[in-house]
């Protein structure tokens, strides 16, 4: 987005969006703003500020995601993806999901993600060990983003963007 303040204003006041998070940059990329329209996702859109196109390749910020129900269904995808020798995948927690990032064979970025029991401030990126147990990624979570900015349960913060959602005209 070359001018994310004209998009945001779009997404919001045109298709009824809600901004849910706007962080400050992440080396490599301009300002983030995560916008949502359902109140049990945190964001359904991503839109960062890039001055100037980026070059043609993965960033984490351009691409499609999908959401799985489970770590076993995401552990399973990484092997899959280990069979296939995609050549870059990326482990990611993000406190409120986590995430393994890769390309397809055509370059398009792609994100799988099962939501956490957590939600913290947007952005946030922190390594992810798909071998550790569902307790012990859960734990090593919460024990990391706890005392960071928003730190809720995630239940309380998709009720509070239901509330807002509400209140909001779209």
Known sequence: MRDIHRSVEFYTAVLGFLVTNRGEPVPGMGEMVFLSQDDTAHHQIVLVH??????????????????????????????????????????????????????????????????????????YADG??????????????RDKISSLPEFQDFSAWRAALAARLRQSPR
């Open 50 to 123: 890039t001055p100037e196109p980026p070059p043609p390749g993965f960033v984490m910020a351009a691409h499609l995601a999908f959401s799985l129900g489970s770590l076993d269904e995401l552990r399973v995808i990484g092997e899959r993806l280990a069979a296939a020798k995609t050549e870059t995948v990326i482990p990611i927690s993000h406190g409120n999901a986590w995430s393994l990032y890769f390309t397809d064979p055509d370059g398009n970025g792609l994100e799988c993600f099962v939501d956490s029991p957590f939600h913290v401030a947007q952005p």
């Open 128 to 141: 992810l060990d798909l071998a550790a147990t569902d307790a012990e990624i859960e734990a090593s979570t």
